[in-house]
């Protein structure tokens, strides 16, 4: 979602994410460092969506529900 809300690359978007967290494939990310991640991706998302004017409550998805990263 990030790279489509951003128009860039997903590769991009995943290096990016990977070095937010410190890995260098996101298979080796703890279950602490994906949540970083899905907290920064929805940080963004939330706030493209404002920049945009989104309606509240729609200007991103909810990621994770019970506090669990979905994969």
Not at 12 to 39: F, K, M
Not at 40 to 67: C, I, M, N, T, W
Request: hydrophobic share 30%; net charge negative.
């Amino acid at each position: 979602m990030l790279a489509r809300e951003t128009s860039r690359h997903p590769g991009s978007v995943n290096r990016e994410l990977n070095d937010l967290i410190g890995v260098d494939r996101r298979a080796e990310a703890s279950t602490d460092q994906l949540r970083e991640a899905l907290e920064y991706v929805g940080d963004r998302l939330r706030a493209l969506g404002k920049r945009r004017g989104a309606p509240p409550g729609q200007e991103a998805a909810d990621f994770a529900s019970g506090g669990d990263p979905p994969f």
